[in-house]
Structure formats: C-alpha cells, structure tokens
C-alpha cells in the first residue's frame, strides 16, 4: 500500500493551483490570522503567518489570541536590486512593517511585522517596484542564487543572466498570485477551478515535495555555499571564457535534533554540461524530485533523501534520459573560502563596487550607526545598482569613478563603514533570525552573537588570532538556515540558551561539521572555544585554516558526506 501522503500534499492538490481560501482570509476582520489551510498556502506567495513570541504568554495569560504579523520574503535573482526598488522597499518597511529590513541567507530581503490588513497593500507595493514575492516560499523553487563576485564584470553578467533564465524558467505559473495580491483578472474558468492540468507544466497541482534551491558560483570563491543547494552550478572559465557548469545535485542543512535519519548533506558533482544545456539539466533534476520525492514524510523529502534512497548513479539516468544531455566529466576547479570580499573593489570595466558587511543581515538604524538612513541616502543619488550577498551583506555595486567620493562619504557620514574595524571573525559571521519571528526557533541567534562576538574576538586576540579569518555560523534551531554545519565553528540552537557545537567545517564550505559538544551555554562555549583558539595560535601549519587543525589534530573527525554526520549513530531511514 502506498505510504499516506503529507497533510501539505492535500492541501496544495485541493488548492487549486495556490489559491485556497486566501482572498477570504485576507478579508475577515475578526482575527489578525489566516485559515489554517491558508498558511501553508501563504507561503508559495512569499508571506510567513508568525506571532511575536517576546509576548506570546502575556497574549495567552490576557487571554488574547498571539500577536499575528507577516513576513515577507522577495524573490530577487541574483541579489540584485536597483536603487529605485531599494527605496520602494524602504518606504514599505518604515509605513507597513517593523521599521527594518532583513538581508537573508539567499541574497534577498525580508520585512517582518506586516499586518495581515497591510499585506496585501506591502506585496503589491513590492510588485509595483518591478520585484515580487512569488516563490520565494514554499514547495517550489526558491530564489536562485548567483556570486557577486565584481572583478570579471562579464562572466558575472553571464551567470547572473544565467540564474535570471532559471528562476523565470522555473517560476510557478498559477495567476493566483496575481489574482490574489494584485487584483489581477480570474482567468478561465477551468483554470480558477484548478481542473486545467496544463497551468502547471513542470510542477503540476501538487508542486514539489518540499523546497528546492538553486546557486550558481564561480570558483575560487563558493559564496553561494555550492554544496549546500539542491542543485548547484559551478561556472568553468577557461581562457576568459564561460565554457559552461559542473552540476552538484543534494546539497542541504535542515535535520532534526535527535532524528538521525535526518542530516545536512553536501551536493554531489554530477557531471558537467555546456552553457545551452542547463535549462534542460535543472528542468530534469527538478521533475526527478517532483515525481521521485518522498511526498508522505516532509522530514523525508528533500532531493538528498532521494538520492540517497535511490542512489547517484540512478539519479543520474533520469537526469540523462530526461534532459536528453549527456553529461561529461566534471571539470577541475578549486575554491578558497566562502564568505565576501569586502571594502573597495574594482572590476575590469574600471567601474567601482563596495561590498558593506550588515551584521546578521539587519538593516536598521542603531545609534551613531545608522544603517537604514545611510543605504537610503546613498540609493537616492547612486545611479548603479545594489547587490544583496548570499552572506547576508550588501554591495553598492556599478559606481563610476566621478561618483566613488561621493559613496565614500555618505558611508563615513551615516557610520556605517566597519568593514576595516570589524574583526575578521565577525566578518566571517552568520546568524539566522530566530527569536522573535521564527516560530521554529528553540534559541537566540540574531539578538545573541554580536555579543558573544565580542567575547570571542577578546579569546581570539589574548591567543594572537586578532587578525585570522574562522567562519562562524549560529542558528536558533537545527534546520540550518544560516549553513551553520557548513561553517569551521556551527552553534546550533537546542534550548533556551543553549546550542551544540559543530566544529572542523571547511573554511571553503566543503566539509560538514561535526558534533563536537552538545546542549552547551555560553560558559562552556567560551570556555572550549578559547582553548582550542589557544591550541590553533601555537600548533597550527603555516597558513592552516582553523577547520582543517581540527581535524588533523583529532579534535573532531573529518565529515565529508551526510550519512556520515551522526557518526557511529544508527540511520533509521
Ligand atoms: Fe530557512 C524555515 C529563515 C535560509 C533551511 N527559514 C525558515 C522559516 C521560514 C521558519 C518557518 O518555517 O516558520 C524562517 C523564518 C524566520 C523569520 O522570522 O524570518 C527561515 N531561512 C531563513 C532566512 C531568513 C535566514 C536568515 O537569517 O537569513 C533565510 C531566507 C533565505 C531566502 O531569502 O530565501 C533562510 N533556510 C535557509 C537556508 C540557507 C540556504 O538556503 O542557503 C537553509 C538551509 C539550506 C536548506 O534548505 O537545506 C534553510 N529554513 C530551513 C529549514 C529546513 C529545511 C529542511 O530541509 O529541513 C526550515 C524549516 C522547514 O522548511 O521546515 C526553514
Ligand atoms: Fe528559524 Fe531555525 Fe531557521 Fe533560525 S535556523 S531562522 S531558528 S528555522
């Protein structure tokens, strides 16, 4: 008998191509909430129902129902975004939302706290600035990401345009999203009553089984994180030239503490395919998943389960079979770290960029630094572009000579430089959102490491490493979302002010990290963290990154593949 599928899966086929009850939920006055059903749905549209949990119990003890807001995700190919749609976004954050906005993870941008009697006008908004929101969320693919490398000005452009190709490609074609949040005409009657299988072409009603991501990078830097991405694209320049991609299928981070039958994988390299052919790859690693993904467990149904249960080599048949592209041998290429360069940069057309590093992706004002004013100030007289990183960062891309003293003191006015007086270690930073939005969360992240930063840079110099770059990731929960078991320190949300520590990642996010203590607060966080720091000043090889000791020392084991990282642990699936 064929396994029961999800309650989501019922949902989405009953939904009729994403519509659901949404339009109603978004009109009844009675509650700041949506139906139940409606939440699941919501997020395919790029909106999250969450409640402030700083003051969920107060609510319960008044009797109250949670203080209901939305966030909003955009879907923003590339990171990119002109100064016009900067602006557009920071009006809606200041009238509609909590006042700031979040830089993510995929190079784009969330706002929290929107009301549901403000979401429709907020993703309107967005929309009217030429962005949107679709798919963003939800059993799709999410936003495509891409480097935002700037020296070679063309092969970026190349990729870029490459990863805007695919995410079209790949967007859901439902005019729900139009209907619902744009007052878009209702199209024919078969396809509002979702009967007209021919409106989803590559998803069908049911859509994929779980979230799909997708990065392109171009070595030597991995800032899109390759191996984390369900389906990775890694550009071969040759003489100059983009000769076409090595593809990686099954990378991913979410896992559930204690469940060993769930664990972060790194992406396997598939093959290598010719410029021309990588719409035809994606489509067919996409379809695999969609008729291959385990659609009755949601713990279980993500593309690196599927290759697991069924194996590389089969996987690889079907993407052949499917595409029509024989895959060649991947090509050689090597990466050097993942994080952004920051500062100044100047590309081979001459043209300047400056890559700004925003802690934890907050865009906001906070004291002598303001934040939020500054990058406004500057979007109202920079004629380039900005370029959201996939670490959380932002880059005021494309400025002219004329034009650099100008940005340089807008920077300097707002006080926003601190890419010269933050320490590496923090530029090297990432923490998730967590509290007070996340409703998965179990421990701080975003409102907790800039201190124990400031904790950890103090260990950092009294051991002489003031000046050495360790990539360091926190989340408040174990799905994963700032890569932390990708990251050479990971601390991973398990309680209340507690985390596991996952040490010996790979400094170029090529190795996973493994479980080096667990449940930890901060005392023995800091404790364990400054003697290793003191062992790695007075042992370590010359230019040896703080990763790679551990391992060579045996601190941690070296964890090179998802079936690996629970260790000796039992999989039970
Ligand atoms: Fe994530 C769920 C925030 C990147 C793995 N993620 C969530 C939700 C929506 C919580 C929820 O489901 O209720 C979080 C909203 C918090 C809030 O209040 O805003 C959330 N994820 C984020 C962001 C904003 C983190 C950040 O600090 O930047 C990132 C938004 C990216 C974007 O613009 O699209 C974000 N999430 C990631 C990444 C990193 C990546 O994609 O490279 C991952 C790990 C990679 C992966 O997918 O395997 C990630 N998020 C998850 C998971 C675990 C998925 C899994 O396979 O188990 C969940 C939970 C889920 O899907 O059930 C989740
Ligand atoms: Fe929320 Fe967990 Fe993602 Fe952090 S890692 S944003 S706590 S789901």
């Not at 993407?319 to 940069?345: C, I």
């Not at 800039?450 to 002489?464: E, I, N, Q, W, Y």
Request: include cysteine; charge should be negative.
């Amino acid at each position: 008998m064929a396994p029961q599928l999800s309650d989501v899966e019922r949902i989405k086929a009953a939904s009729r191509h994403l519509r659901g009850t949404l339009s109603e939920s978004l009109a009844n006055p009675v509650t700041g909430a949506l139906a139940d059903d409606d939440t699941q749905l919501s997020k395919f549209h790029g909106t999250y129902q969450q409640d402030d949990r700083d003051l969920r119990s107060e609510r319960k003890r008044q009797r109250l129902e949670p203080a209901y807001s939305f966030m909003i995700r955009a879907r923003l190919p590339g990171g990119i975004c002109s100064t016009a749609q900067w602006l557009n976004v920071d009006g809606i954050a200041r009238e509609l939302a909590n006042g700031s906005i979040r830089l993510t993870t995929r190079q784009s941008f969330q706002l929290h706290g929107v009301l549901k009697s403000n979401l429709k006008a907020s993703i309107a908004g967005i929309n009217s600035a030429m962005m949107d929101t679709l798919a963003a969320c939800g059993d799709v693919n999410r936003n495509v990401m891409a480097p935002t490398i700037h020296e070679l000005s063309r092969i970026h452009a190349e990729v870029q345009e490459h990863a805007k190709q695919l995410s079209e490609h790949l967007a859901p074609r439902t005019n729900a999203y139009h209907e619902i949040w744009l007052d878009g005409e209702k199209l024919a009657p078969e396809q509002e009553a979702g009967t007209d299988d021919s409106v989803e072409p590559i998803y069908g009603k049911t859509y994929l089984p779980r979230k799909f991501k997708i990065a392109f990078v171009v070595p030597p830097q991995n800032d899109t994180d390759i191996y984390a991405q369900d389906l990775g694209f890694i550009a071969i320049v040759k003489g100059g030239l983009l000769r076409g991609y090595n593809v990686t299928v099954g990378g991913g981070m979410g896992m559930s503490h204690g469940e060993t039958a769930t664990y972060p994988r790194l992406g396997d390299l598939l093959g290598f395919c010719p410029v021309d052919d990588l719409i035809a790859v994606a489509q067919a690693v996409v379809t695999t998943q969609r008729d291959f993904g385990d659609r009755s467990n949601r713990k279980h149904a993500r593309l690196k389960y599927t290759i697991d249960a069924h194996g590389i080599a089969w996987f690889r048949e079907q993407v052949v079979e499917r595409s029509g592209v024989s895959l060649l041998a991947p090509q050689k290429f090597a990466f050097v770290g993942n994080g952004d360069a920051y500062g100044w940069q100047r590309d081979d057309t001459g043209r300047w960029h400056y890559t700004l590093f925003v802690q934890n992706g907050r865009v906001s004002d906070s004291g002598e630094r303001r934040l939020m004013s500054g990058l406004a100030a500057i979007a109202a007289v920079h004629d380039g572009e900005f370029r959201l990183t996939p670490n959380q960062n932002i880059a005021i891309s494309n400025i002219a000579e004329s034009g650099r003293a100008r940005i340089a003191s807008l920077l300097e006015e707002f006080g926003i430089e601190n890419t010269l007086t933050a320490t590496p270690l923090r530029l090297h930073s990432m923490a998730c959102v967590a509290f007070p939005t996340c409703g998965l969360a179990m421990a701080e992240s975003e409102r907790y490491l800039p201190g124990l930063l400031d904790k950890l840079d103090a260990a950092m110099a009294h051991a002489g490493l003031g000046e050495e770059a360790i990539t360091i990731r926190m989340t408040g929960c174990p799905n994963g979302c700032a890569r932390p078991y990708i990251a050479e320190i990971g601390l991973v949300g398990k309680g209340p002010g507690t985390y596991n520590l996952y040490l010996g990642g790979a400094f170029a996010g090529d190795r996973l990290g493994c479980l080096y203590r667990e449940n930890i607060a901060e005392p023995e966080i800091l404790e364990v963290l400054q003697a290793l720091f003191g062992r790695y000043a007075a042992e370590r090889l010359d230019s040896e990154r703080f990763g790679a000791f551990l391992i060579r020392t045996s601190v941690v084991r070296a964890v090179n593949a998802g079936k690996e990282f629970h260790g000796e642990e039992k999989h039970d699936g």
